[in-house]
Every structure is written in C-alpha cells, then in structure tokens.
C-alpha cells in the first residue's frame, strides 16, 4: 500500500498567487498615480478645460513645450524641498542657493570654460547646503530659522560677487545652448532633467533603507534615534544633496537667461518649491509625501501660471494665487489629521 502523498505548502501557496485575478489597467494606473493624488489630477483636468476653452493657444504644442521648460527648475527644487519635508525640516534658502550657483557657473565659465563651471556650482550648492546642516546639527537651530537666515546671507554674497548685475555670456557655448534649447527624443533637456532627478527621488524614497529612514526621521525623531538611525547624518546627508540640486537649477537659469543671474531667476522659487511639496501632499510636520504628488502639484501650478499669463490676467496675481494654494494646502493637511486648531475649543 502506497503512503499517501501530501501537497507542498509552497507549492498550494503558489496556485493561490496563481489564481488571483490581475489587476485592471486602469486600477493599475491608479496604483500608479496614487489615490491621494487623484484630487490633483482633477484640478489639473479642470483647469486644462477652462484654460483651453478661453484660449486655444493653449493646446499648442509650443505651448505644451514652454509649460514644461518653466516648470524645470522650480520642479527640481519642489522635488528636493518634497525630501527634505518628509524629513521634518524645511529648506528656505533653496532660490538663494540656486541664485549664487547661477553666479559662479557664470563667472567661471568666462575664464576656464563650462566643465569647471558647472563643477564649481556644484562645489558651491553642496558647500551651501552642509552649512545649513551644520548649523541645524550644531547649531541646534530650527530648519525654518536656520535656511531663513542663510537665504538672506547667500542672496548677499551672490550680490556681493556679481556687483548686483547678471556676469557673463554663455549663450554662445554650445553646452549651455544645448542645456536651454536642446531636445532628446522631441523632449526639451531642462525636462529630462526634471524626469531623471524626479524617477531617483521616487526609487530612493520607495524601494531603498535611506528611502524608509527618511520617512521614519519625519515620523517619530525620538523612535528613529532609539532604532539606531543616525539623524545628525541623514540631516547633513539631505541638505548637502539639497543644495547639490539647487545649484544644477543654477546651472539651468544660467543656460535659460545666458548669464549668471544673482536674484532675478530664482527669487521666489523657495516659495514655489514649498507650495508644490504641500499641494502635492507632503505633510509639514514631516513624514509623509510623495514624488509623483509633487510633480503633479508643480504640474499644476505651470499650468496656472501660464494659463493665467495667456489670458492677461496681471502678473502680481500670480503670487496670490500660489500664496493661496499654500494656503489651502496647510489647511486641508490639518483638517485630515484631525489636530485640536489653534485659537479654537477642542
């Protein structure tokens, strides 16, 4: 008589995976995007619509083109700020930064060439970004006053340096020209490089140790240290690669204006860089955000800010309105978590 023969666990376990029914496209893609995300990509389909309805310029492929090279750099910086958000901190000081990278590729480029120009702003941002660091790990200054303080001071030395002018000329160098005008595969470089940095971020974040410490740090600083996490290096860590990034939209402002440019193509994108992170869900107080938020926050704005500026709509307002998006941002951040608000009965 035969012993009888007995299913491997593993074996049943697999038939089960096995049998299970495969995803849908569409619940695919919603996987994708994010389920928190979708009231952004609502906003963005709607403004799309009544945008398009009133000018059909808009619909434009030069249109589309000009929406995704304006939306380079702030992106780059929305996409670092989103990381160092999840860290709970904040980086202020990023537009500064990126003001005085601008400067010196620039007035490097005019005596030894655009290599040692482009590594010199870079040597400049992560120089920039590890004092911000220092002074917040040392220090023990709060994020906020700390890149406050450092926003004024590079803005300083950036205008100290360039005597307040735009330096240099590269719109002859065929490097920078490529950076502001070239394309790949019909797609603009400065958006490519938003693309990559933005695909880096989303990999480190989701599917790496540093990723997942990260998170942990924004969470619960106390639990991360107790876990054995070494914060003061992740601190130092974020902001050097912080300011690396906000040198490299340095580098772009440089190849989009043709000179270095102290103040005028990076003030504001602090503020900008800050209102994409939240509107795309990072939550201020740390621990929580996505990329993919981020970018269809910074998705947003592009096509509000150049929505508004083909219907004439008088630019001052453009800051108003980002100011409110922050605004509600912040606003419906709180309502979700359910906090007791300030000034009102529990």
């Known amino acids: 008589m035969s012993a009888p023969t007995t299913q491997r666990p593993e074996t049943s376990l697999a038939r089960e995976v096995m049998a299970l029914p495969t995803p849908s496209i569409g ?5 994708t995007i994010g389920v928190q995300n979708i009231s952004l990509l609502i906003a963005i389909i709607a403004l799309v619509a009544v945008i398009g309805s009133q000018n059909p310029l808009f619909f434009g492929i030069d249109n589309v083109r000009v929406i995704g090279t304006a939306i380079a750099v702030s992106g780059l910086l929305a996409v670092v700020q989103t990381v160092v958000i999840i860290m709970g901190a904040l980086d202020i000081s990023v537009g500064s930064i990126a003001g005085l990278a601008s400067v010196t590729s620039a007035m ?3 005596v030894a060439g655009p290599l040692l120009g482009v590594v010199g702003a870079l040597g400049i941002g992560i120089a920039c970004g590890l004092l911000n660091g220092c002074i917040i790990v040392f220090g023990r200054v709060n994020p906020v006053i700390a890149t406050l303080a450092t926003l004024a001071a590079f803005k300083g030395i950036a ?3 360039s005597d307040g002018r735009a330096q240099g000329y590269t719109g002859a160098d065929g490097f920078f020209v490529f950076l502001a005008r070239g394309t790949l595969i019909g797609i603009p470089v400065l958006i490519w490089v938003l693309i990559v940095l933005a695909v880096l971020m989303h990999v480190v974040l989701r599917y790496t140790s540093i990723g997942r410490n990260i ?7 106390v639990a991360s240290r107790l ?3 070494n914060i003061n290096r992740y601190i130092l860590g974020v902001y050097m690669m912080t300011g690396a990034v906000a040198a490299i939209a340095g580098i772009l402002i440089t190849a989009r204006t043709g000179s270095g440019q102290p103040v005028s193509g990076s003030e504001g994108l602090e503020l900008e860089s800050i209102t994409a992170a ?3 869900g990072a939550a201020l107080k740390g621990g929580k955000g996505t990329i993919m938020g981020t970018i269809l926050a910074v998705i947003l704005l592009g096509i509000l800010t150049n929505g508004m500026t083909l219907l004439d709509v008088n630019a001052f307002w453009q800051n108003v309105a980002k100011g409110g998006l922050l605004v509600v941002a912040v606003i419906i951040q709180q309502l979700r978590s359910g906090e007791r608000r300030i000034g009102l009965p529990a």
Do not use: K, S
């Open 227 to 229: 876990a054995g996490i």
């Open 159 to 161: 205008q100290l340096v």
């Open 215 to 221: 998170y942990a740090v924004g969470g619960n600083d």
């Open 108 to 110: 490097i480029f005019t």
């Open 27 to 31: 619940r695919r893609i919603l996987t």
């Open 278 to 280: 939240a509107l795309g």
